[in-house]
């Protein structure tokens, strides 16, 4: 296999961060007025119809892709996502930026639908290990990249070089994306009906992990820049450069580690990789419990990072692994979900922190990124050998 192949099915999740990521951080609340509250309604809204929308334009990519290349569904679903983003900084009113912003995250679901069957149909199974490293160093990298160009260009410029940025980097991805992955049409294959929760062995376990595992991260990241300001003794809006050049370090640092993962993936149990990532996060949270300033948060923002990238890609090729090409739309899309439910469910540690300060809640977090062990117990062993099922 061409390793642009592999580059390929991996680049769209740079202009994906734009999107999810850039736009909610840093140009929702410019362009929205009100506080936090605003701006966590029309987030929630938007988040929500995106994750209920793509395990539905996964199974219509299924029931077409006789007909239907998945990379025309991920570039089709580009056009969108682009109206959306001059929509959101064009309009007026609170209504105005709901649909826009709902329109980008449901575009950007889309592409994502098509975009995330790529590896269960162009890559070999012995290879799905170093294309989910790729997948997760390009998504945890994109979101890096899209907060340093949109900070930069925000700060810069405004919203409409903001805008520019985006759409720059979402055609150039869907361009190369187009360029380095041949198109395949599947031939029509007579098949059972499929009922929309119906799920292959192992797949729900995987689900389940993947939810407990990001709950107990994202829990983190969240409320990482007041955990900043009260170890340093600072106001909250003091400490946004100090928590965003952490958080750039942790991203980097997974980034990079995702590729080392992706490799031995090809080569262990995705199982003995998920359970030591989600152990290895676990100790680095508990890392941060007691306060002991920059250098305590460093040492565990970096061990929880080496966590996560291990974790995060076992159990994307886990799961390509069990997924059918045939049905790769609909099932990634609802393994998404444990993804969507763990970002929302995440920000109810919020009273946990207001009620008992950070030491319990970050407790909590891991004890849950440790039991994310537990569901993979139920999971059927997986290792490159076993032939994921066409």
């Known amino acids: 296999m061409r390793a642009g192949v592999l580059l390929g099915v991996s680049v769209l999740w740079i202009p ?47 029931q077409l892709r006789h007909v239907l290349d998945r990379r025309v569904v991920a570039a089709a679903a580009a056009v969108p996502a682009i109206a959306g983003v001059w929509l959101l900084i064009g309009t007026v009113g609170i209504a105005g930026a709901v649909v826009a912003y709902a329109v980008v995250q449901i575009a950007a679901a889309s592409i994502q639908a098509g975009q995330q069957t790529l590896i269960p149909e162009h890559v070999r199974p012995r290879l799905r290990g ?43 991805a869907v361009v190369v994306m187009l360029l380095l ?31 407990l ?8 990241g969240r409320f990482l820049l007041l955990l900043v300001a009260e170890r340093l003794g600072i106001p909250p809006e003091r400490a946004a450069d100090e928590a965003g050049g952490l958080l750039a370090l942790f991203t980097l640092v997974t980034a990079l580690a995702a590729i080392v993962f992706g490799w031995l ?8 990789l998920m359970v030591a990532g989600a152990l290895v996060a676990a100790a680095g949270i508990v890392v941060l419990v007691p306060a002991a300033g920059v250098a305590g948060l460093i040492a565990g923002g970096l061990v929880m990072s080496l966590g996560t990238a ?19 739309g609909r ?6 979900l444990g993804t969507a439910m ?41 290792t490159p050998s076993v032939e994921s099922p066409t």
Do not use: C
């Open 310 to 328: 291990a974790f995060v890609t076992a159990n994307w090729a886990a799961t390509t692994l069990i997924v059918p090409a045939a049905d790769a």
């Open 130 to 172: 170093r294309a989910a490293g790729l997948k997760a160093a390009f998504d945890v990298g994109g979101a890096f990249v899209a907060f340093l160009v949109l900070g930069a260009v925000v700060a810069a410029g405004g919203l409409v070089d903001a805008a520019v940025a985006t759409t720059v980097v979402l055609v150039v």
């Open 342 to 382: 763990a970002a929302a469910v995440a920000g109810l540690v919020g009273p946990l922190i207001d009620l008992g300060g950070f030491g319990p809640a970050l407790l909590v977090a891991a004890l849950i990124s440790a039991t994310a062990a537990i569901p993979l117990i139920a999971t059927p062993r997986r």
């Open 16 to 62: 994906l961060a734009f999107l999810f990521d850039g736009i909610t951080v840093l140009v929702l609340p410019i362009r929205l007025s009100g506080g936090a509250t605003n701006v966590g309604l029309v987030s929630f809204v938007g988040l929500a119809l995106a994750a209920a929308a793509q395990p539905i334009v996964g199974w219509l990519s299924d």
């Open 265 to 272: 993936a090809d080569r262990f149990a995705h199982q003995d």
């Open 181 to 211: 992955v041949p198109p395949r049409v599947a031939r029509p294959v007579p098949r059972p009906p499929i009922r929309p929760l119906e799920l292959p062995a192992g797949l729900g376990s995987l689900i389940a992990s993947r939810f």
């Open 213 to 220: 595992f990001l709950l107990a991260t994202y829990a983190v």
């Open 331 to 336: 099932l990634m899309g609802v393994a998404n």
